[in-house]
């Protein structure tokens, strides 16, 4: 069965640093994967996918995650953080489509921007 | 519509009673699907539509959840006999057509059981 692995309910990082959230998917195909972020009472925001086409993805609000097939990990980055960007954050894994689009998630991880 | 809308977006209702959870999703959106985020936990699937069948319910909890796309647009789902486990946040989602990567969520109904 698919799943999705997130390593980390919360993390904290100053105002500034880089941002590092882990993921890692279990499945010897290739899928397709997500991140997404929740804030506060609000729903789901897609901020990148990954399809099978680059394997370095850029995404909305200087994000980025690569795709790495030999570690089955999609990890997403960002060089400098900013307060803004506190929230939920959610990876998430699609195998294919029709009626296997469905998509599973990881627990999440919350993401703190101090001062 | 611009989004997925979904309403009402808190309800509560007491233990033993029939709830229905409306979303409208992207107008000419023919894939629409429902999750169900517990407290500190991720989204987990419940069901999925293409068009006013649904293909894929193989998350629904048990018979006391069913849910409707009777013309193809507007989804309702339902609960019978709410139990206080039922408590959490129902998102919709609905994608231009099945197997589209990334979908559109709307912003949930908060249910709340007491």
């Known amino acids: 069965a698919q799943s999705v692995t997130q390593l980390g309910s919360h993390v904290s990082v100053s105002e500034g640093a880089l941002v590092l959230l882990r993921c890692n998917y279990s499945s010897s195909v290739p899928p397709y994967l997500f991140w997404y972020v929740q804030y506060p009472n609000q729903g789901l925001q897609l901020l990148l996918k990954?399809?099978?086409?680059?394997?370095l993805v850029k995404g909305i609000n200087g994000f980025e995650a690569e795709f790495k097939k030999s570690e089955t990990s999609f990890h997403l980055t960002k060089p400098s953080a900013h307060m803004s960007d506190a929230a939920e954050y959610f990876c998430?894994?699609?195998?294919?489509?029709?009626?296997?689009?469905?998509?599973?998630f990881g627990t999440g991880t919350r993401l703190q921007v101090t001062l | 519509g611009a989004g997925v809308s979904q309403t009402p977006s808190n309800k509560v209702t007491e233990k033993g009673k029939y709830v229905e959870l409306r979303c409208d999703p992207i107008?000419?959106?023919?894939?629409l699907y429902w999750y169900r985020q517990s407290l500190g936990q991720g989204p987990e699937f419940l069901i999925y539509f293409q068009g006013t069948g649904a293909a894929d319910d193989s998350g629904l909890p048990n018979d006391r959840f069913f849910a409707v796309r009777p013309e193809g647009s507007v989804s309702t789902l339902k609960i019978q006999r709410t139990e206080r486990g039922d408590s959490a946040v129902y998102l919709c989602?609905?994608?231009?057509?099945?197997?589209?990567?990334?979908?559109?969520f709307g912003s949930g109904t908060r249910l709340t059981v007491v």
């Open positions: 998430a894994v699609n195998y294919g489509t029709g009626t296997a689009s469905k998509l599973t």
């Open positions: 989602a609905s994608s231009l057509r099945p197997g589209d990567t990334g979908y559109t």
């Open positions: 990954y399809t099978s086409a680059a394997t």
């Open positions: 107008s000419g959106h023919t894939a």
